[in-house]
């Protein structure tokens, strides 16, 4: 039975609900910005997420809406440009603290860096993204309270694909039987799962009728003392919301019972 040493976390939709308020606004500030009549409402966008990555969810509504552009000699250069100006965008909300960590996030993670937990990210978003989320939501240091940031383009195939879960096992030296991971998306599951790892599943408003079989457990977030967790599947926490207790109750659930010696 191996101890629980590690948590690895996927960012957008698990530690700040980002992808409606904050990725969507940024790709339509950028598409104007460019004198672009392209608009992403809410339900479209929606679509456009079983895509990860920014770049290959442009490419994905170019396949659906202008399929000739696609053909154009120049596109990558230009889906790259727009891709930037979107980031810039993105960014700029994030300084402006208009993308909050959801609840509970803050306080798991001081709890399970105070349980000696090592932290780790395994995401598909541009890691300027990261960088700048952790700064801005937990503080100058926050950055050093991940030992792994693993993202967006580093690995060439992207979620579903178990590549970045991968990359931040290696970079963390640890087997997958040794960590939790920690995912908002059926897309972020099969990539985790893909990898070995054990998971955990709190959902959002864009993917909480998704298929989340595999997951140890599925909740509505991970919740506050005073705020607690609605589970989806798997054993309800013992506090009512999601601490270090309760994940390392599902990582020994999920190892299956104890072998005979
Ligand atoms: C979510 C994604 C990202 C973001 C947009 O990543 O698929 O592509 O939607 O960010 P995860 P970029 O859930 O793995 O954190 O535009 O920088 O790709
Ligand atoms: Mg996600």
Not at 127 to 132: C, G, H, L, S
Not at 182 to 204: I, K, Q, W, Y
Request: with cysteine.
């Amino acid at each position: 039975m191996d101890k629980l040493s590690a948590l690895i976390f996927d960012v957008d939709g698990t530690l700040a609900d980002t992808e409606r308020d904050g990725h969507r606004v940024a790709f339509n500030r950028a598409f104007e910005e460019s004198g672009l009549d392209w608009y992403w409402d809410q339900a479209r966008y929606g679509e456009l997420l079983r895509v990860t990555g920014g770049k290959e969810r442009i490419r994905l509504y170019l396949a659906e809406a202008h399929p000739d552009l696609l053909r154009a000699p120049d596109i990558e250069a230009r889906i790259r440009a727009l891709h930037g100006a979107k980031t810039r965008h993105y960014l700029a909300l994030l300084e402006a603290g208009a993308i909050p960590l959801r609840p509970g996030v803050r306080r798991l993670l001081q709890e399970a860096r105070a349980a000696g937990l090592r932290l780790a990210i395994a995401t598909t978003t541009t890691p300027e993204n990261v960088t700048t989320l952790l700064r801005t939501a937990l503080g100058a240091d926050g950055l050093q309270w991940f030992e792994v940031i693993a993202a967006g383009d580093i690995v060439s195939a992207k979620k579903p694909a178990p590549d970045i879960f991968h990359l931040a096992l290696s970079e963390l030296g640890l087997a997958p039987a040794a960590c939790l991971a920690l995912e908002d998306s059926a897309n972020g599951l099969r990539a985790a799962l893909g990898a070995g790892l054990p998971t955990v599943v709190t959902t959002n408003g864009y993917t909480r009728d998704q298929d989340f079989s595999g997951a140890v457990a599925v909740l509505n977030g991970f919740g506050e003392p005073d705020a607690p967790v609605t589970v989806q599947a798997g054993t309800p926490p013992a506090s009512g919301h999601v601490d270090v207790a309760s994940l390392k109750t599902w990582h020994q659930e999920a190892q299956g019972p104890a072998r005979a010696p």
